[in-house]
């Protein structure tokens, strides 16, 4: 056994006796700021949301590049968390944005804000005919007057399909038909009307059918959905007929941005851990992976693109994209597709600050079918990976932040850790024994057992006392590594993934209806037992909830963010640049540009909190 793994129990012990004869320390105060990184467009701003736990005294000190409030050379912030980059792009392009509590000045949470052109920028630009798709796009008259103010919303053009000979463009029915509001005829431009100042481009397709979204469901009894999907038939010669999309090719004309490509024609059923890419309005082309299936979400609308009246949607057998980068607001309608195949997986319609939610593409397609059995086919070509993006800011950042352990839960956790050491070391497999945090339940205390090898799921109870287990396998850390560390991510089998599911279909609506923190169910990867499938939980961050370790013998890996939404969050909004423009939904900031264009930040009118 290595020096880091000796005796872990009794070092672990030796923490919590202070020279004073055993007295318990004082909780251990921590921050976490969200989100962890950003890109912005020079000009533009973000709320920052700092959590400060273990203390009454919440209050933070802002910084940008350890500046309280920062400077006009990187950019300002206040002390509400309002930051705003500067008029120029800074040297080096990166900043930190760092949170220091107030009641311990030595405890403090970063994040890093990449300032330039985002990512969709070509995303989001007026093309020449026939258009490539994974654009910025939507209905025409989706705007709304009152009085003098204007605001109008869009999202993106996803794909190309065609049924019964004729070509659509598929996206979904909050970005097409006006979430169940739109006639078929009205048409659909390309870029849509928050690229455009609300002034409607050239239409490229007119609407032709939508699925229609179940409204009037509130967020205790939504009404179940299918899928959120429409689509609009082309204008002749306004549309690349080979289902071209920006940035899904494998060759590079332009450094760093990828050329576009059909997908491939062939759906492939989602995966858990499967590598995934999209391009989309904003956030352009981005990959990530998926981190839950056959996952019950429940997701918020409105009916009109000012606000109108908010309805609840649940959905069942959804795809869950780990990843705050993955997609941004203007990215609802995009096609998801395999990043190693180019194979079509899903639709996106919406998602929260940490990560995606998408339709699976074969249940869309099914709904979308015709009178006479027509089913629409997605228009690509063969199969070729995705050329994902490596530039800073592209990569998905982590779905949670650490949250410190609390003294009582280490001091709990080493107890039954000393309890039950003695039987689990007289496993031939297990090397040591020690406390730490579950990476299943952040802010949980786990007993940590070092096995050699990875052994089959189940060898090992989930919990010990209501303590979570978590195996770490010595044959996967490399050398040096600091014990504990994850590992590379282990696939799970087929029969271990349909055993959760069975427990999940089981337990989904009473976990949902039974109490309001849930907002989704899964199936996923457990983190504290590799190989073995998780039952998904999605908890808002903002309630107390805690999580049982088991539920019919399945592990339960809790997710805390924000809620689902379509609106507010995938379909952008926006107002002319000629009229003030306030907080988003999800909490971000539009500051318009002198020539009253979109960014990737720039979703909404109002704070709803």
Known sequence: MSRGLCVATVCAALLLVGCGGGSTPPPVIGVSVSPSAVTLAPGSSQVFKATV????????????????????????????????????????????????????????????????????????????????????????????????????????????????????????????????????????????????????????????????????????????????????????GAVDTSGSILELGAASSTPNVPDPAPPASTPIAPLIGMGVAKAGRSSGLTCSSISSINTAVDISYTTSCSGGTTFYVQYNNQIVISGASFSAAGDSGSLVVNSKTAQPVGLLYGGDSTSTVANPIGEVLGALTD???????????GLHAIVCPTIAGAAPAAEQTTVALSAAEVAH??????????????????????????????????????????????????????????????????????????????????????????????????????????????VGASKDSPGEAALVLFVDRDMSYTAPAVLDGARTQVVRTDRFRAWGWNEHERQPACHAVSFAKDKQMLAPSSAGRGNALDPARHLME
């Open 53 to 236: 736990i273990n203390t009454t005294n919440t209050t933070v000190t802002w910084q940008v590049n350890n500046v309280n409030g920062g400077s006009s050379k990187v950019g300002t912030i206040s002390t509400f968390g309002v930051y705003v980059a500067p008029a120029t792009e800074p040297t080096p392009p990166t900043v930190n944005v760092k949170a220091i509590s107030q009641a311990d000045p030595s405890k403090s949470a970063s994040a890093l804000v990449t300032i330039g052109q985002p990512a969709g920028a070509a995303n989001q630009q007026m093309q020449s005919l026939p258009i490539k798709l994974g654009t910025s796009g939507g209905n025409s008259l989706d705007l709304t007057r009152s009085g003098t103010t204007i605001t109008c919303c869009s999202g993106t053009l996803g794909s190309l399909v065609e049924r019964a000979g004729i070509f659509y463009i598929l996206s979904n029915n909050h970005v097409l038909a006006r979430s169940d509001q739109g006639k078929a005829g009205e048409p659909v431009a390309q870029p849509g009307l928050v690229d455009t100042n609300c002034t409607p481009a050239t239409p490229v397709a007119n609407l032709t059918e939508f699925v229609q979204l179940p409204e009037g469901g509130t967020s205790t009894a939504p009404k179940t959905g299918t899928v959120d999907a429409a689509i609009a038939q082309i204008v002749s």
């Open 371 to 381: 009178s006479k059995g027509n089913v629409p086919a997605i228009v690509g070509g």
């Open 413 to 522: 956790a080493t107890e039954v850790s000393n309890r039950y050491a003695t039987r689990l070391m007289a496993h031939p497999e297990v090397a040591g024994i020690a406390v730490d945090r579950s990476e299943d339940a952040p802010g949980s205390a786990a007993v940590l057992i070092y096995v050699k090898s990875l052994p089959q799921p189940g060898t090992f109870p989930a919990q010990l006392d209501g303590v979570r287990t978590r195996v770490v396998a010595l044959s996967g850390m490399q050398s040096g590594a600091t014990p504990g560390a994850a590992g590379p991510a282990i696939s799970v089998s087929e029969a271990e993934v349909a055993r959760v599911a069975s427990v999940k279909e089981n337990q989904a609506e009473q976990l949902m209806r039974g109490n309001a923190a849930i907002f989704g169910v899964g």
